[in-house]
C-alpha cells in the first residue's frame, strides 16, 4: 500500500518568514494529494491540493508543488502569521480500485510561528 | 466549517463494549469515509462507503464495521473495544469520483478504560 513520509516533524519560524514542508510517496499511481491543517482539538481543515496533471498550485500565501518523477510533493506558506500555527498533515490518494480516494496521511508537521 | 457533523462529541467505555458513532454528511456529498487518529499521529483510513456499500478497507480488523443510510449519512460500529482503540474518530464526506475534496467533521472522542 502508499506510504507518506513527512518531515520535519516541528518547524519554527519568525512571523513574516517562509515555511516549507516536504513529503514523499511510494506508490506511482498516487494521484491526489491535499494538505490539511489541523488547530489543537478541531478538525482536520483542508487548505490546498494537487492533482497529478498539474506541477504547482498557489492560493494567496499557500502553494504546492508536485514532483510526479521524485514523487514527493511540498507546501509553501509564505509570509507567515500567528494563526497560521497548527498541525500540517500531507496526504496522498491510491486511486486504483476505489471510484474515490482513500488518502494516506502523513505524520504531521507542527507548525509554530514566533510573533 | 465544513457542514459534516458527528456525534457524539466525547464518549467513554469499557473495554470489551461496544459503541456506535456517527456522522452526517455535507449537503450534496454522497460518501462518507471514516478514519482513525491516535494522539499525535495522522488520521488512518478505516473505510468508506458509498451507495451504502462498503466501497474499500483500510488494515482494520472485522469488529470495525459500518453502515451508510438512503440519506448518505452513515455509522462506525465497534465491538468488542480495545484500550488501543482510544482515539478521535473523525468521518469525511466527498462526491464519489476521482481526485474528490474530502472535508471532514469535527470528531469524536473515544477513550477506552
Known amino acids: 500500500g502508499e506510504n507518506v513520509e513527512q518531515h520535519p516533524s516541528t518547524l519554527s519560524v519568525q512571523e513574516g518568514d517562509s515555511a516549507v514542508i516536504k513529503c514523499t510517496y511510494s506508490d506511482s499511481a498516487s494521484n491526489y494529494f491535499p494538505w490539511y491543517k489541523q488547530e489543537l482539538g478541531k478538525r482536520p481543515q483542508l487548505i490546498i491540493d494537487?492533482?497529478?496533471?498539474?506541477g504547482e498550485k498557489k492560493d494567496q500565501r499557500i502553494a504546492v508543488t508536485l514532483n510526479k518523477t521524485a514523487k514527493h510533493f511540498s507546501l509553501h506558506i509564505t509570509e507567515t502569521q500567528p494563526e497560521d500555527s497548527a498541525v500540517y498533515f500531507c496526504a496522498a490518494s491510491e486511486g486504483g480500485s476505489f471510484g474515490n480516494e482513500k488518502l494516506t496521511f502523513g505524520t504531521g508537521t507542527r507548525l509554530t510561528i514566533i510573533p | 466549517e465544513t457542514g459534516v457533523t458527528q456525534s457524539p462529541t466525547h464518549l467513554i467505555k469499557t473495554r470489551g463494549q461496544q459503541v456506535t458513532l456517527r456522522c452526517s454528511s455535507q449537503s450534496g456529498h454522497n460518501t462518507v469515509s471514516w478514519y482513525q487518529q491516535a494522539l499525535g499521529q495522522g488520521p488512518q483510513f478505516i473505510f468508506q462507503?458509498?451507495?451504502?456499500?462498503?466501497?474499500g478497507r483500510g488494515n482494520f480488523p472485522p469488529r470495525f464495521s459500518g453502515l451508510q443510510f438512503p440519506n448518505y449519512s452513515s455509522e462506525l460500529n465497534v465491538n468488542a473495544l480495545e484500550l488501543d482503540d482510544s482515539a478521535l474518530y473523525l468521518c469525511a464526506s466527498s462526491l464519489y469520483g476521482l481526485a474528490r475534496e474530502q472535508y471532514f467533521g469535527p470528531g469524536t472522542r473515544l477513550t477506552v478504560t
Open positions: 494537487i492533482r497529478s496533471n498539474v
Open positions: 462507503y458509498y451507495r451504502e456499500e462498503e466501497n
